[in-house]
């Protein structure tokens, strides 16, 4: 059974026309991250709520925001989007063992939402 | 120079071929090491992570060599389902990010 689950598989959008791509996850993991990743290139981190905390990369251009309402949900909203941000996009969890130490990160992946920009 | 480089490939190895893939790391204060297998149009998953001492899974062997600051992966006895693109990350543990490589891409021919 999916565990992370991203909505919808495939997006097609109108250069400019806002969209929301969704990613939720059964694992109860406290951390979610975005990814960009274009063809034959290795994935690019976006941004990563740490519990409900927001971080975001330097080099994430302001035309890219996230919100998590719950532990279970995190979405990444594209303000203005051009043909340059035709890309899958994936969501990703990890958590933390308890007294704070990382889990290895081992995260663990949606099977990606692949936008293309009219 | 690239935060993790490996070769990209392709590698065209026929079946019950034994092949290695190399990766190496720019920051010696990575911590955590993973080989992640990506098929084609599909999301990243984690295929092992990578051990001071080595370890082994089946057919697969990951090495780390911190002094060198490399990873290798080796497959033995190759098979048509092997073919993907195999992502060569490291973190360090202060830190949430995962550092991917580019991946290197795997053709196992009948």
């Known amino acids: 059974d999916a565990m992370v689950i991203q909505n919808p598989r495939y997006q097609v959008t109108q250069f400019g026309k806002p969209v929301t791509l969704s990613c939720s996850q059964t694992l109860n993991h406290n951390v979610m991250y975005w990814y960009q990743q274009k063809s034959s290139q290795a994935p690019k981190l976006l941004f990563h709520y740490y519990d409900k905390d927001f971080n975001n990369e330097a080099d994430t251009p302001d035309n890219f925001q996230s919100r998590r309402p719950n532990t279970s949900f995190c979405f990444l909203d594209i303000r203005s989007p051009g043909l340059g941000d035709a890309a899958m996009y994936l969501c990703a969890t990890s958590r933390d063992l308890p007294g704070g130490r990382i889990a290895k990160n081992i995260q663990y992946f949606g099977a990606g939402t692949r936008l293309s920009v009219l | 120079r690239k935060e993790v480089e490996q070769d990209p490939g392709p590698f065209n190895v026929p079946e019950g071929a034994t092949v290695a893939f190399n990766c190496t790391y720019s920051?010696?204060?990575?911590?955590?090491f993973f080989w992640y297998r990506q098929d084609c149009r599909k999301e990243p998953k984690l295929l092992m992570s990578?051990?001071?001492s080595g370890n082994e899974d089946g057919r697969f062997t990951a090495q780390l060599n911190r002094a060198s600051q490399y990873i290798s992966l080796l497959i033995r006895d190759s098979k048509l389902s092997d073919s993907a693109t195999y992502l060569c990350v490291v973190n360090e543990d202060s830190s949430y990010k995962l550092i991917f490589g580019s991946g290197t891409r795997l053709l196992v021919r009948p």
């Open positions: 920051n010696s204060a990575s911590q955590s």
């Open positions: 990578v051990y001071s």
